[in-house]
């Protein structure tokens, strides 16, 4: 049976399996709540029989670099991608996080040196899958993904 929750944009991504609440900084971390022209739409906390409830994020004619698909998995391991194609899922990607993070997330640490305007991209060392949970390789400071802000 298609699942029709997921397959009603013609063409682009949907972002599925994502926590409950988290959807918003899915679409924050991707950058597309500014500057995105196509029809974007966020379904919260939908019933699901997985998760007990999850967000859902839908971007038309949106192709997610392996960047954005890494920057995702940092606040929404669970979540899967499905590309859609002609109103179908042609494939369904599975999160995978990555080892290090770099330039997706800002280090919540004020005084570290990503934060005080020099040209330095933050940097993160991937410390724990499951809950995510990031060292800054700047300042060495540990922090969990949901504290992180996006
Ligand atoms: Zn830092």
């Known amino acids: 049976m298609p699942d029709l929750k997921v397959s009603k944009?013609?063409?682009?991504?949907?972002?599925?399996?994502?926590?409950?609440?988290?959807?918003?900084?899915?679409?924050?971390?991707?950058?597309?709540?500014?500057?995105?022209?196509?029809?974007?739409?966020?379904?919260?906390?939908?019933?699901?029989?997985?998760?007990?409830?999850?967000?859902?994020v839908k971007a038309e004619d949106k192709e997610l670099t392996k960047e954005e698909v890494d920057s995702v998995s940092v606040i929404a391991p669970s979540a899967t991608i499905n590309i859609i194609e002609d109103y179908g899922v042609v494939e369904k990607k599975r999160l995978r996080l990555p080892d290090k993070v770099e330039g997706v997330v800002d280090c919540p640490n004020p005084h570290c040196v990503t934060n005080t305007g020099e040209p330095v991209e933050a940097l993160f060392e991937v410390v724990?899958?499951?809950?995510?949970?990031?060292?800054?390789?700047y300042c060495e400071r540990k922090f969990k993904a949901l504290e992180l802000e996006i």
């Open 9 to 56: 944009i013609s063409n682009g991504t949907v972002i599925d399996h994502i926590p409950p609440g988290r959807g918003l900084d899915v679409i924050k971390i991707l950058r597309m709540e500014r500057g995105f022209d196509n029809t974007l739409s966020l379904l919260m906390n939908v019933e699901s029989s997985r998760l007990e409830k999850k967000d859902i």
């Open 128 to 137: 724990n899958q499951n809950p995510v949970e990031l060292k800054c390789s």
